[in-house]
């Protein structure tokens, strides 16, 4: 109990340190919104997944296709202005990380604020296509990734660039993967005076969700390492085609479920992580 204590009154020292440095409560409320709104595109991309797994549907499952879906319901378009100014929120505070260091002991560790600094730039690409979106843009992830990719094969050394890209989305799969399943994310939550069926619950989204959001990075990656081997654009996929791609597996169509449902999980996850999260 007194170690219990100890750890949570560390926290509420560490939260009120944060929120006076540079950015504080501000930062604070931009990781909040972005990771609530990173919950939206996983939970429905998820569901769509499931809809396709079980029904063939022609919909897509990815963020395009998620976006889609939201647009079709009621207040629709200001739903998905919503979820992009929260992902713009969610690119401004891996920039504060970057700039001024992350929650943590090891927060102000010059790794720690590169990949923080790699977040930024994904986030902000992240941003910029649920915007477009929002602004009439409405091609499709699968469309983007290879026209991407044959613009990169197209430079000097463009085979080397796309492997070393598709390698790297890879290992980062396998990266998210082994975390999760090593439930490192608990040190990034601040759950003092949550009861345990919480913790566990959380604990579950954070493995399963995380599994499965690591599995498709690393199919992700893999199309990509292909498709610098064959120098052929058309062999890079996007998150949907690499979704339907589990469907040819010999486990057939449910082992697309199981990943799509693992991806709605990690949505709730995202979810849990904009309550807990020390930030």
């Given at each position: 109990?007194?170690?219990?204590?100890?750890?949570?009154?560390?926290?509420?020292?560490?939260?009120?340190?944060?929120?006076?440095?540079?950015?504080?409560?501000?930062?604070?409320?931009?990781?909040?919104?972005?990771?609530?709104?990173?919950?939206?595109?996983?939970?429905?991309t998820g569901f769509l997944a499931v809809?396709?797994?079980?029904?063939?549907?022609?919909?897509?499952?990815?963020?395009?296709?998620?976006?889609?879906?939201?647009?079709?319901?009621?207040?629709?378009?200001?739903?998905?202005?919503?979820?992009?100014?929260?992902?713009?929120?969610?690119?401004?505070?891996?920039?504060?990380?970057?700039?001024?260091?992350?929650?943590?002991?090891?927060?102000?560790?010059?790794?720690?604020?590169?990949?923080?600094?790699?977040?930024?730039?994904?986030?902000?690409?992240?941003?910029?296509?649920?915007?477009?979106?929002?602004?009439?843009?409405?091609?499709?992830?699968?469309?983007?990734?290879?026209?991407?990719?044959?613009?990169?094969?197209?430079?000097?050394?463009?085979?080397?660039?796309?492997?070393?890209?598709?390698?790297?989305?890879?290992?980062?799969?396998?990266?998210?993967?082994?975390?999760?399943?090593?439930?490192?994310?608990?040190?990034?939550?601040?759950?003092?005076?949550?009861?345990?069926?919480?913790?566990?619950?959380?604990?579950?989204?954070?493995?399963?969700?995380?599994?499965?959001?690591?599995?498709?990075?690393?199919?992700?990656?893999?199309?990509?390492?292909?498709?610098?081997?064959?120098?052929?654009?058309?062999?890079?996929?996007?998150?949907?085609?690499?979704?339907?791609?589990?469907?040819?597996?010999?486990?057939?169509?449910?082992?697309?479920?199981?990943?799509?449902?693992?991806?709605?999980?990690?949505?709730?996850?995202?979810?849990?992580?904009?309550?807990?999260?020390?930030?």
């Amino acid at each position: 109990m007194r170690i219990q204590a100890a750890r949570e009154g560390a926290d509420a020292v560490s939260r009120g340190a944060r929120t006076a440095a540079p950015g504080g409560r501000g930062r604070e409320i931009t990781a909040r919104c972005g990771l609530s709104a990173r919950g939206v595109l996983y939970l429905l991309t998820g569901f769509l997944a499931v809809r396709i797994a079980l029904s063939g549907s022609g919909e897509e499952a990815d963020r395009q296709g998620a976006l889609q879906e939201l647009a079709e319901k009621p207040f629709g378009s200001v739903l998905v202005w919503a979820v992009g100014l929260g992902l713009v929120g969610m690119a401004l505070w891996r920039l504060a990380e970057a700039l001024f260091g992350a929650a943590g002991p090891d927060g102000d560790k010059p790794l720690k604020r590169v990949a923080s600094a790699a977040r930024f730039v994904f986030y902000s690409v992240v941003a910029y296509s649920v915007l477009t979106f929002s602004a009439g843009a409405r091609r499709s992830g699968d469309e983007q990734s290879r026209d991407a990719t044959a613009k990169a094969l197209e430079l000097a050394a463009g085979q080397w660039l796309v492997g070393a890209a598709g390698l790297g989305i890879g290992i980062a799969g396998v990266v998210i993967a082994v975390q999760a399943a090593r439930l490192t994310f608990r040190k990034h939550l601040s759950m003092g005076g949550t009861s345990a069926r919480w913790r566990k619950a959380v604990d579950f989204l954070g493995v399963s969700g995380g599994l499965a959001r690591g599995t498709v990075g690393i199919a992700a990656g893999g199309f990509l390492v292909f498709a610098a081997l064959r120098y052929d654009p058309a062999e890079a996929k996007g998150v949907d085609d690499t979704l339907r791609s589990f469907t040819t597996t010999p486990a057939g169509p449910w082992l697309l479920v199981v990943v799509a449902v693992g991806l709605g999980l990690f949505g709730l996850f995202s979810w849990a992580m904009a309550r807990w999260r020390k930030v």
